[in-house]
């Protein structure tokens, strides 16, 4: 069985940084596409951050600047950095991947349990 555990969220000032990290465990073959996405109370599922397992990055015009994508050595984490908060990054983040689980099959679509993220003074 497949999962991706995401910690790092919590309350913090605007201006203020955090550090996501999501993992992904189980068995596996390897780890594609890793994303983030954010949920803020009334609103869609907004695409963050994606990251490929070449490291080649892309990221939402929202948060150009200030969040910065990455990968750990393993390739089996992904992280998202996150400076410059404003509270309009107030959202629920969820940890996204690709996962190939059997060589024959295509790669399966994981998700994280989410995040709470909150920006206030």
């Known amino acids: 069985q497949v999962q991706l555990v995401e910690s790092g969220g919590g309350l913090v000032q605007p201006g203020g940084s955090l550090r996501l990290s999501c993992a992904a465990s189980g068995n596996f073959l390897s780890v594609n596409v890793m994303r983030w996405y954010r949920q803020a109370p009334g609103k869609q599922r907004q695409l963050v951050a994606t990251i490929t397992s070449s490291s080649n990055t892309n990221y939402a015009d929202s948060v150009k600047g200030r969040f910065t994508i990455s990968r750990g050595n393993a390739k089996n984490t992904v992280y998202l950095q996150m400076n410059s908060l404003e509270p309009e990054d107030t959202a629920v983040y969820y940890c996204?991947?690709?996962?190939?689980?059997?060589?024959?099959?295509?790669?399966?679509?994981?998700w994280g349990q989410g995040t709470q993220v909150t920006v206030s003074s």
């Open positions: 996204n991947a690709e996962i190939f689980v059997k060589f024959w099959l295509s790669p399966e679509d994981y």
